[in-house]
């Protein structure tokens, strides 16, 4: 028997939703709050990790998609499962997971080109899709917007006007903004709450607070203008997905500022969830259990192997590879002595023979052969007279002369001896024929 799981991770809650049979009808979901202090993606892996092992043991067994938001949220995602040791998921792109559930559950009617305004706690991301190809045609976020803004904006009107005491600790603060968080979304329903807290007791109404949320939530609109403006076409329907769609002003706003019909998903916060649960329960059971990403495109998963691939040292197995390094090698050795060799040579003095003599001239004789005969004359009425070539004695070591006598002394009775100085020998006249 087999099952799926949906995930999606967003910053203040991570989505599950289980449907158990591959039907959305009447699924299980369960949503885990993010602390402020830990990391929405670890929570996932362990989320994720509790609900498969308590189906293991009852023989179930699952695929499970988990829709990511950008690259840097796929690359956490999937660092974090490795760490729970889990490996049959795949990561999903969050905008197909949504178009998905859309598509699923006949929102989108005859639309062709539907706008997304997905408004969540960290942000606000606005895209234009093409529903036939999937293609997201423009796409703009910001963090200018979302429900961790309208959270704050509570908690500063009711500490300044002194309903709430301010928090002194870091624990007083989380606890703070969970009771404020809760009365927001009471209001989706109510038109006032009254919320208690350690901080005190936490009293509004919706009025008070559309007041406080109305200009960002206006700015967002002009954010959706621009990105109608930048897209090469213009959207025909709007589709309030995230948390934020709850809040009843972010779609009366949106009316009021876009011409263009609004539509509102029942749980607008499970979206991406059930689109991921659909994306892998499509492919049936003999799915390959290894992370891989659903879908080809600009959308789809980095190949994160890969990356990490390219940034290790490139070590080559190939022992053709070593031989050609190693051929290359003894070539450049053997260049090298080849040019000393070459101007050793050339430094060597040549005799007209063109044989080589040694460069000293104190060193052993050497004999030289004689020159080649020259070439044959041409052909001519007389012959021509025959040279008979002389060998050329060969050379004689000449003998050392014999020192030159100590030049001789004057001896003086009575005087020391004198050295007479050597004789002086006048440089030879030169002769003139007469």
């Known amino acids: 028997m087999s099952s799926v799981l949906g995930v999606s991770v967003g910053a203040s809650a991570v989505h599950l939703v289980h449907p158990g049979t591959g039907d959305l009808q009447g699924p299980r979901t369960m949503s885990q709050p993010v602390d402020k202090s830990g990391r929405p993606e670890e929570l996932a892996a362990e989320s994720i990790g509790v609900v498969l092992t308590g189906d293991a043991d009852s023989g179930q067994v699952h695929r499970t998609g988990v829709a990511y ?52 706690s960290s942000g606000l991301t606005v895209s234009v899709v093409d529903r036939a190809s999937g293609d ?23 500490v300044s006007g002194g309903r709430l ?47 406080l949320v109305t200009v960002p939530v206006e700015s967002s609109a002009r954010l959706v203008r621009e990105v109608i403006a930048r897209a090469p076409r213009l959207p025909d329907v709007v589709v309030l997905v995230g948390g934020g769609a709850h809040v009843p002003v972010v779609r009366s706003v949106i009316e009021s500022w876009i011409a263009l019909p609004v539509v509102v998903p029942e749980s607008p916060e499970l979206v991406a969830a059930q689109g991921a649960a659909l994306l892998v329960g499509a492919q049936g059971p003999t799915q390959s259990p290894a992370a891989e990403p659903v879908g080809n495109g600009p959308d789809s998963e980095p190949d994160w192997s890969a990356l990490l691939a ?21 070539l450049a050795v053997l260049g090298v002595l080849g040019i000393g ?9 040549k005799t007209t023979t063109g044989e080589a003599v040694p460069a000293d001239p104190t060193g ?17 009425a007389e012959p021509a007279p025959v040279r008979t070539q002389q ?5 004689i070591e000449e003998p050392t002369a014999p020192p030159p006598p100590p030049p001789p002394e004057l001896t003086i009775p009575g005087l020391p001896p004198i050295t007479l100085p050597p004789p002086i020998q006048l440089p030879e006249i030169p002769r003139f024929p007469r």
């Open 69 to 120: 938001r950008d690259d840097v949220q796929a690359g956490a995602v999937h660092a974090a499962m490795a760490r729970q040791s889990l490996s049959n998921y795949q990561l999903v792109p969050e905008i197909r997971a949504t178009m998905r559930a859309l598509e699923h559950a006949g929102l989108l009617g005859t639309a062709s080109t539907p706008l997304i305004y997905d408004l969540g």
């Open 136 to 158: 997201v045609l423009e796409t703009l976020r910001t963090d200018v917007v979302g429900g961790d803004l309208f959270d704050r904006m509570v908690r500063d009107k009711q």
């Open 165 to 211: 005491r301010a928090p002194t600790t870091e624990a007083q603060a989380r606890a703070l903004d969970a009771q404020c968080r809760g009365a927001k979304e009471q209001l989706s329903s109510r038109g006032a709450v009254c919320v208690p807290g350690d901080s005190g007791l936490l009293l509004l109404s919706r009025d008070v607070f559309e007041s």
């Open 310 to 330: 390219e940034s290790e040292p490139e070590r080559s197995s190939d022992p053709r590879k070593r031989n050609t390094v190693a051929v290359i090698g003894s």
């Open 341 to 349: 060799v070459a101007v050793g040579m050339s430094m060597i003095p």
């Open 364 to 380: 052993p004789p050497v004999t030289t052969t004689t020159a080649p005969p020259p070439p044959p004359p041409p052909p001519s």
């Open 391 to 395: 060998p050329q004695p060969a050379q």
